[in-house]
């Protein structure tokens, strides 16, 4: 029951603070692992899917790993040197995604950074909707939402458009959060959240793309 509680509570609280209401959501710790074997990286993280299951009320839980780097971004008129954040999920059977944050390439002024996820394998048909990213301190405590909208990009990509209003508490919640919530909403009503570990790695990561010049100081369109 947690598990389904946690999922609905999560989407749903997600779609309000499209609206600027605060909120967040919680993982069950009583949802049943499902043990895959697999190969870890190298330097990953940890990413688990918390999937719901409308045979078994306290859901599933699948165990994977996300590798953090970063990626410079092409020149652009002079400009500074700008990077973005990668994030590569892998969810044995069920997740191979990317993640990436960057300055939003919106010319819609309300937005400041955009978070991207593109579905390597299997395509992202069966998923409907991100409906927003939250970030927390712990695997298991509450999260906090960024502020932004959901969009739709292509095919296989889905993103979250974070709004320029509410740019140095996005910032803050980047710079100081361990964890991320993603929450996804399939086209068959289940849904499921994937917890990713910054790690080691990836607060290097975000530090490194939230410190390179003129990544958060100052609006896109005064760069």
Same mark, same amino acid.
């Given at each position: 029951m947690l598990t389904r509680i946690a *999922? #609905? $509570?999560g989407i749903a609280l *997600?779609? @309000? $603070?499209? #609206?600027g209401t605060p909120v967040g959501g919680t993982m069950d710790q009583g949802a049943i692992a499902t043990p895959v074997p697999m190969q870890v990286p190298a330097g990953a993280e940890h990413a688990t899917l918390y999937l719901e299951d409308p045979t078994d009320p306290r @859901? =599933? =839980?699948i165990s994977g790993w996300v590798t953090w780097g970063v990626e410079p971004l092409p020149p652009e008129g002079g400009r500074p040197r700008r990077t973005s954040l990668r994030a590569d999920i892998r969810i044995p059977d069920r997740i191979d995604a990317t993640l990436t944050l960057r300055q939003s390439p919106s010319a819609d002024a309300s937005t400041s950074h955009r978070f991207e996820i593109t579905f390597n394998a299997p395509p992202r048909q069966d998923i409907a909707s991100i409906p927003g990213i939250l970030m927390k301190q712990s695997e298991r405590t509450r999260g906090k939402p960024l502020m932004g909208r959901p969009i739709q990009i292509g095919l296989n990509s889905l993103g979250v458009e974070l709004l320029? *209003?509410?740019r140095q508490q996005n910032l803050s919640l980047l710079k100081e959060q361990a964890w991320l919530d993603i929450p996804f909403v399939y086209r068959d009503g289940r849904r499921a959240i994937v917890v990713l570990e910054k790690g080691a790695s990836g607060t290097r990561a975000f530090n490194e793309v939230l410190a390179s010049p003129g990544a958060w100081s100052a609006s896109k369109n005064s760069l």
């Open positions: *999922l #609905a $509570s *997600l779609m @309000g $603070s499209c #609206a @859901g =599933q =839980q320029e *209003l509410h």
